[in-house]
């Protein structure tokens, strides 16, 4: 009786487990593949980036922190100022372009259950072996002053990516929050070779050196979402 | 039908849908690299330089130097074409100018670089300084 008590018992959280995983499946491929790729395109390039409506997730996994996921999936806050694909979402003005509000829709938002369940199984899209390799970024302080100079005035990241909410460039996704959001590694990779990830993504690839990109990674991993750095 | 003949005739036919091929080849491929050097620059210029190319992109209103305005006839003549294929496929550094320009050289194939250049001449409705 107790035997077949803890068997029906692991039966009953294997089913469970199960049962969450298929549920952030079916969340993720009913709410999020209008607009996300959960597959890797079969066209990499142009073409898909200016028909998808949001970035890529089938390398979630190996992108994003769970525990950010879960909670930006209940209050979502826009990351990229100007939308995706960036271009379709500016008006001209009498000073500089501006982001046309009028075209941008607000990102659907998840119940706390959904929320987990679909960041359960957006973290088991993995990207392919070698894009995001485990312990690339050294963890190495920087000096906030030293980052920001390479961040903007020596290697020019700043013209497009904001580190302070409401200033800096508006093309590139927000990095105040990227510590919260993004794993280290995949900072490091990104920042290496965006066209890796993003064939044709509006991101350069700088050939930048190895001190270079641990010291960009440790810069944005430091951003406490303030403008500073703790 | 003579089966000579018809050979004939359909050498004749492909000579000739050949020679039409030929005389629309120069315009349409001209046309071609136009439309994809507006998609280039619709994709990765716009950022900075702006949607109408006058230098007011949405990034510029931060940036410590101001983006070129490739509208501007005066100012873009001044420029050789060597000059705006080296900055673009290598960055503004490379021409003496701005970091905040960078080099597109991984991400533009060198067609799609000449290509830009091009295109950008019939932005500005300029030629090349003499």
Redesign the interface.
């Known amino acids: 009786m107790k035997r077949a008590t803890v068997i029906a018992a692991v039966v009953g959280l294997a089913a469970s487990a199960s049962g969450h995983a298929q549920n952030g499946q079916s969340i993720v491929e009913s709410q999020c593949i209008a607009c996300h790729a959960v597959a890797k395109p079969d066209k990499a390039g142009?073409d898909h980036?200016?028909e998808r409506k949001g970035p890529d997730l089938h390398y979630a996994g190996s992108k994003f922190n769970q525990a950010w996921l879960e909670s930006w999936l209940q209050n979502p806050a826009r990351i990229r100022p100007?939308g995706e694909?960036?271009?379709k979402h500016?008006?001209?003005t009498d000073?500089?372009?501006?982001?046309d509000e009028t075209t941008l829709q607000p990102h659907v938002k998840l119940s706390a259950a959904d929320a987990k369940a679909a960041a359960e199984y957006l973290m088991s899209l993995k990207a392919p072996d070698g894009l995001v390799q485990a312990g690339a970024f050294k963890g190495g302080k920087v000096s906030p002053s030293m980052g920001a100079m390479f961040f903007n005035?020596?290697?020019?990241c700043?013209?497009?990516h904001s580190t302070a909410s409401g200033?800096?460039?508006?093309?590139g996704a927000e990095l105040h929050t990227a510590a919260e959001r993004l794993q280290p590694d995949y900072i490091y990779a990104y920042v290496k070779d965006p066209?890796a990830f993003d064939p044709?993504i509006?991101m350069?690839?700088?050939?930048l050196s190895e001190p270079d990109l641990q010291r960009l990674t440790g810069y944005i991993v430091q951003l406490n979402g303030k403008g500073a750095t703790p | 039908m003579n089966p000579i003949r018809s050979v004939s005739m359909h050498v004749l036919a492909a000579a000739s849908a050949a020679c039409l091929t030929l005389a629309a080849a120069p315009a349409s491929a001209a046309a071609d690299q136009h439309a994809r050097a507006q998609?280039?620059y619709?994709?990765?210029c716009?950022?900075?330089h702006?949607?109408?190319r006058n230098g007011?992109?949405?990034?510029?209103?931060?940036?410590?130097v101001q983006p070129r305005d490739h509208s501007d006839a005066k100012g873009m003549t001044d420029i050789p074409d060597d000059e705006l294929l080296h900055a673009i496929q290598d960055g503004g550094l490379a021409v003496n100018k701005?970091?905040?320009?960078?080099?597109?050289g991984?991400?533009l194939s060198p067609e799609e670089i000449k290509e830009m250049v091009a295109y950008l001449r019939h932005v500005c409705n300029c030629g090349i300084s003499q």
């Open positions: 142009i980036l200016w100007a694909l960036y271009t500016l008006k001209a000073a500089e372009d501006a982001v005035k020596l290697r020019g700043g013209a497009c200033t800096g460039g508006a093309s066209q044709g509006w350069p690839t700088l050939n | 998609r280039n619709d994709t990765y716009v950022q900075c702006g949607i109408e007011k992109g949405i990034n510029s209103k931060n940036m410590s701005s970091v905040l320009m960078p080099a597109w991984n991400v």
